[in-house]
């Protein structure tokens, strides 16, 4: 329908256009724009409003239907036509009406709608009239439309069908080089399963893994589709699993291979690059259980080592009757020492070298992992950087042609050719197999062989393991950091594991012979000889794996424990022996132990090596020499200085002994103080011994002796000190201790002594009497004691502790050796002899000084005393 608006006019020519002959001139058919009149419903008036208002609400519903139930039965209410019953009459009056109701609506309806178009006719035969006018323009438009083709037409011809011809041309020899190129493709992976055979006849397996991924992934770019292709992809699948579960079993036989082959080859890695191979297969298949395999191995390989060992060591010993010790242990069991010794030393041996082998192999297994990792890192880098060149290439603007010819850009097409060239490797040359042939390279589409994925996995680093031998990494691996990490830790762990084998294998062994106290019956030299045949193993490990291993070191603690317990418990048994038959009387000192204590000078403990040649013509000494000082011993002490020394140089032997041998050492030492505490002060010699009685000789020999074990206790501890951890150093309190019973016991003897002539001086002063004759009995007796004591003593102690001087009073205070004090002894146990000098009797005091004189010089004559020349005016002005 016509509108207010105007029709755009007919496009015009222009006056250069060579193929317009005429010029329309538009003024002459196009007419002034003329406005229709307004078409909108006018609003209806008062009365049509009312007469519209009589039609129902329903008749203009919208949706509004007579054959819906309930808007026809409220149209036409059948309910008052019923017939029946003689009603005939007022249903037809109502039917009537009803009709006439409906058409009084319909009247009302019919005058409106001829109302409204009345109020349209203006605009209805104006559109009419320019029907015509309409036609026209119609008719100067396709003529132009016919003209507007013909020149394009023209132009076609002219200008673009030779171009696009060439275009066509082009891409069609492209389609045809891609059609041949990927004949060629489809050839040589048509020749896949040949050459993956191939292959793994010569157990080439990463590269058959490589040829079947390309393979793969050129089935899924390039050869997706090809129904002849539809089922090698799932056999290559099925290809790909075999070749896994062949690489596993390789690798177990060539983990058998290597730790089962003879350990005197010099050849640390057997196979090397065979290794590198079979590691880089795993690893590109995510097998990366095979260190279990190779732990496995590990386990039965040590327990072959020592099989082995006990086989070659029984069947060389003659003595042993396989008939009767059938079980190999058993057979182990009946070896002496010696022989046990060296059996063990060569499975420490060969498991050192077993070690090694391990080490070796695990550190190629290893720098292949590392080099998987190094290379991902480096693409990681690599694709980075990439990333950032290419987002500064999408910030540049570049201008595209576009002309657009059967969906393909004019401006790649010519790019195809220009890129053709620079193509360096080709899918079909990756893939290439000895019964195909690479793809041309006089072919602009070389370009079409390759892909994306392919062309990067040509991308290789290389790296070189331990051996020399090239490591090249492809950039399929498919295996994350965390992964490579987790098993470059796994393989050292495997490391520490192997060390850890070798250990249990030969706690095992040691404990099979330990079983009837083999162990424990070894002496001193033997346990040592063990000892550090077993920590040198244990060093040597740890600097294989870098870690110590502690069951083999808990095993020898334990030994140790046990031979520290049966060692000590040996002297001690021995130590109270030896006092239980000691008579404590002076024993001679044979040059062996002189030579034992001269040993120790400096406050270095050590055990002389035994030169028997140079003792035979020595003869025993009287007395022990200790630094100038003489010692009057016992042989018990003889032998408790060895067995002091045994101690501490079992010590430097086995230094993880150090704190149960001081704990061991201690407790000998408070044995010996206390037992002969027991013997001799406490006279359980006359019981044990059978001595008559505890006489003073005894009593100094027993007091030289703990002094003698009183002046090396400092070197002890020394000793002990030096070899102790920091944090163990309370443990020296042992040796205070142990010194203050020592001094304490020393006393006890010096106030026995004491208390000796005491009780003696109060027997015979008792009796002493102030008369003729001069001297007296009882000084006669008194001196006589004196010096029948000192003669018992001197030659015992120390000359300090015998003479009368500055030592005295430390020795022996209230002691009868000591001249001024006897005198006052005496005259306390005289009074009358007090009363006399108090009242200055001159006639009972020249008895007195005479007796005095007697005894004074008694002592003087006594070898040691000195310094006697006390007068008795002195001892009197004492007295008062």
């Known amino acids: 329908m016509a509108s207010s608006h105007s029709s755009s006019p007919v496009p015009q020519g222009s006056s250069s256009d060579v193929f317009f002959k005429k010029e329309v001139d538009s003024t ?83 005058v409106n ?54 275009l066509r041309l082009a891409l069609t020899r492209n389609n045809c080089v891609k059609v041949y190129n990927k004949l060629k493709l489809m050839a040589t992976v048509h020749q896949t399963q040949p050459t993956v055979q191939v292959l793994l006849s010569t157990s080439e397996f990463v590269g058959a893994l490589d040829l079947i991924a390309t393979t793969q992934e050129v089935l899924q770019q390039e050869l997706q ?23 596993i079993a390789e690798f177990s036989t060539y983990s058998h291979s290597d730790l089962n082959r003879p350990l005197e080859d010099d050849c640390q890695v057997l196979e090397e690059e065979r290794l590198v191979s079979l590691v880089f297969g795993l690893l590109k298949q995510r097998k990366l259980n095979f260190l279990e395999i190779y732990g496995e191995e590990i386990i039965i390989t040590a327990k072959n ?30 070896l002496n020492f010696l022989q046990w010794f060296d059996l063990l030393k060569d499975i420490f041996s060969k498991f050192t070298v077993f070690l090694h082998r391990v080490k070796a192999t695990l550190n190629i297994i290893h ?36 002309l657009i010819h059967e969906g393909m850009f004019i401006s790649d097409a010519f790019n195809e050719g220009e890129l053709a ?95 009837d106290g083999f162990l424990e019956k070894l002496n001193s030299i033997e346990f040592i000889t063990l000892s550090r045949l077993m920590e040198t193993f244990i060093l040597d490990t740890e600097q294989i794996c870098g870690r110590k291993s502690m069951s083999l070191l808990g095993a020898l603690q334990s030994q140790a ?24 009387k002076q024993a001679d000192v044979p040059a062996e132990f002189q030579d034992l204590v001269d040993s120790i000078s400096g406050g270095k403990i050590a055990l002389p090596e035994k030169k028997p040649r140079t003792t035979e013509g020595r003869k025993p000494a009287e007395v022990l020499i200790v630094e100038g000082q003489q010692y009057a011993v016992v042989g018990t002490v003889l032998l408790l200085i060895r067995i002091i020394l045994e101690y501490c140089q079992c010590v430097d032997n086995i230094p993880s002994v150090t704190t149960d041998m001081l704990t061991r050492l201690s407790d000998l030492l408070k044995y010996f103080n206390s037992r002969s505490c027991q013997l001799v002060l406490g006279a359980g010699a006359l019981q044990v011994v059978g001595l008559k009685t505890i006489t003073t000789k005894n009593l100094a020999l027993a007091s030289r002796c703990l002094q003698l074990i009183v002046h090396y206790i400092p070197v002890i501890r020394a000793h002990f000190e030096a070899r102790l951890p920091p944090k163990q150093y309370n443990m020296l309190r042992h040796f205070d201790h142990i010194t203050k019973d020592y001094h304490d016991h020393i006393a006890e003897i010096s106030a026995k002594l004491v208390a000796i002539m005491d009780s003696l001086f109060d027997k015979l002063l008792s009796k002493y009497e102030v008369k003729a004759p001069v001297p007296s009995a009882c000084f006669r007796n008194i001196c006589k004691q004196m010096a029948k004591m000192h003669e018992a003593i001197f030659d015992l102690l120390p000359e300090e502790q015998t003479q009368v001087g500055e030592y005295a009073g430390k020795l022996y205070h209230k002691s009868g050796l000591c001249r001024a004090v006897c005198f006052l002894q005496a005259f306390r146990h005289v009074p009358k002899m007090a009363c006399l000098l108090g009242k200055g009797c001159e006639e009972n005091c020249g008895l007195v000084t005479a007796d005095v004189a007697f005894y004074t010089g008694n002592l003087q004559a006594l070898k040691g005393l000195k310094d006697l020349d006390l007068n008795m005016a002195e001892i009197w002005e004492q007295k008062r």
């Open 28 to 110: 002459k058919h196009i007419r002034p724009v003329q406005s229709l009149p307004d078409v909108c419903p006018k609003e209806p008036t008062d009365k049509s409003r009312t007469d519209l208002e009589q039609v129902p609400k329903i008749f203009t519903k919208p949706d509004f239907a007579l054959d819906d139930s309930l808007t026809f039965n409220s149209v036409l209410p059948w309910s008052h036509f019923n017939t029946a019953g003689g009603k005939g009459n007022r249903d037809a009056a109502s039917s009537k009406l009803l009709q006439e109701k409906l058409s009084h609506y319909l009247d009302i309806v019919e």
């Open 113 to 166: 709608i001829a109302h409204q178009i009345s109020l349209r006719s203006e605009a209805f035969f104006h559109a009419m009239t320019s029907q015509h006018e309409l036609q026209d323009y119609l008719k100067k438009t396709s003529q132009a439309v016919k003209m507007l083709r013909d020149k394009i037409a023209q132009i076609d011809n002219v200008m673009c069908e030779g171009s696009l011809q060439i």
């Open 225 to 247: 589709g090809i129904h002849s292709f539809r089922h090698l992809g799932s056999q290559l699948c099925e290809l790909e699993k075999l070749i896994s579960k062949m690489m």
């Open 305 to 334: 080592i020592i099989k082995q060992c006990v086989i070659n060591k029984v069947s060389q010993i003659e003595e042993i009757d396989t008939d009767v010790a059938v079980k190999l242990a058993d057979q182990m069991r009946m």
């Open 367 to 402: 720098s292949v992992v590392l080099s998987v990792l190094d290379k991902n890192q480096r693409t990681r880098e690599l694709e980075i950087s990439q990333q950032k060149n290419a987002a500064k290439d999408n910030s540049l603007d570049t201008e595209v042609a576009y």
């Open 421 to 515: 060239p620079v193509a360096v490797d080709t899918t079909s040359q990756r893939n290439a197999s000895p019964n195909s042939e690479p793809c041309s390279s006089d072919s602009v589409s070389e370009p079409e062989c390759t892909t994306d994925s392919s062309s990067s996995k040509e991308q290789t680093s290389s790296s070189a393991t331990p051996g020399g031998v090239d490591i090249m990494v492809s950039e399929d691996m498919k295996l994350t950091d965390v992964e490579l990490g987790k098993l470059a830790n796994n393989i050292q762990e495997l490391l520490y594991s192997a060390s850890d084998i070798c250990h249990d294998r030969a706690v095992k062994f040691l404990m099979a012979r330990a079983k």
């Open 561 to 584: 424990n046990k031979f520290v317990n049966r060692f000590h418990e040996e002297r001690k048994t021995k130590l109270s022996l030896l006092l239980d038959n000691e008579r404590w």
